[in-house]
Structure formats: C-alpha cells, structure tokens
C-alpha cells in the first residue's frame, strides 16, 4: 500500500513540474514596458517554439523563441531550456542574428529557417539554393499588417519583390503572384497549368536566377 502511495505521490509531482514549466515557457512572458511595441497582448502571449539562434559572432542560444514581427520592436524573445523565471529571459537584438531555427507547432520534426536578410528582419526562407533565396516577411508596422516575399541574392544583396500584400498576413493566392512574377521577369507566357505547384515555380526562378548569375 505504502508503495503505491508513493507512486501516485510521485506522478502528481511529476504532472505539476511538466505543468509548471510549460506555463513558463508559454505564458509567463512579462512585458517589458522598457521596449515599445504596438499590440504587446499578441506578441507576449504567443506561443513560442522551440530552436536555435544563430548570431553573426558565430554563436548560438538555445531554448523557446518567440519570432518577433514588429518593426520598431528591436529584439528577438528566447527563454533558455531548463529556465522558468521572467529574469531568465534573453532579449536578443535583431542586428546580431543572422539565423533562427525553430521545430514547426504542427509538426515538431520540420525545421522551420528565417534568416535575417536586412533591417535585421527576420524572414521566413521558402526556397534557398547558393546565394539565391525567396523569402516571406511578415511585419507590423504603420501601414498596419502586412506581408512581403522576396527574391534575393545574399552575394550582391539586391532584392526584387516578388509580391506585396499590404492587407493581410500572406497572399491568399501564391501561384498567381509566383505566375506573375516569372512571366514578367523571364518574359514567358506559362499559365496556370503551367506548373506542378508553387514548388516547380520557385524552383523555376531559382535555376533562372542561378543561370543568369
């Protein structure tokens, strides 16, 4: 009897500590008032996920990141594994990164890769191939919420949109803006069918870009 006592007594301690740290890890965010930010409500309660920063010195941090996409906002949240308390927080300054890598909420085994490209944005890689990327930037900022996807070339670092949507968080229609995009800067006339998905598209203007190199 006693040792099954024990046991219970064991696995409600259990259950606590795994609750305790992921409230920690998820909702007590405290914001700091000393850094400005529009909708402070959204960005603390986000759910972060888990990864990697890596900075230009070379080194990384590890933990619970919360992507920041505000653009007067200068720093990049991480709570460290193993750390639960509000001054364990790390404010990462955008300038310093040059990569985060964080495990998918839908799926904890597809990595996730933003780079930070300029204004030490961070931006979501959608295909990369040498020094050619494209990129999703989602930001909030005085024009309201809005998204932007890029093709770049981290070499030269010149950039061409590919797509500009003032209106909401990504386009509700990528292969149109894709399709648009490669007929004008290829002069082409593909249509709808003309590719697989917005894979074969992106593939498309990479090898392009990477040809005319």
Partial sequence: MRFIINNKLFLFLCFNCFFISVKAQTLNWRYDKTYHIRRPQDYFKMTPMKG?????NHDSISGFIKINYELSYKYILLMPFYKYSERDIVFVNKDSIQEIVVHSLIDSAKLIHYKSLYYGHPWLVLKEKD???IYEGFFYGGRGEYSKVILYNSKTQRKSTINNDKKTFGSLN???YFLRFINHRYNQHFDKNSFKNEEAMMDYIISKEIISK
């Fill in 52 to 56: 990697s920063i890596l900075l230009k």
């Fill in 174 to 176: 990528p292969r149109k």
């Fill in 131 to 133: 020094s050619i990327g």
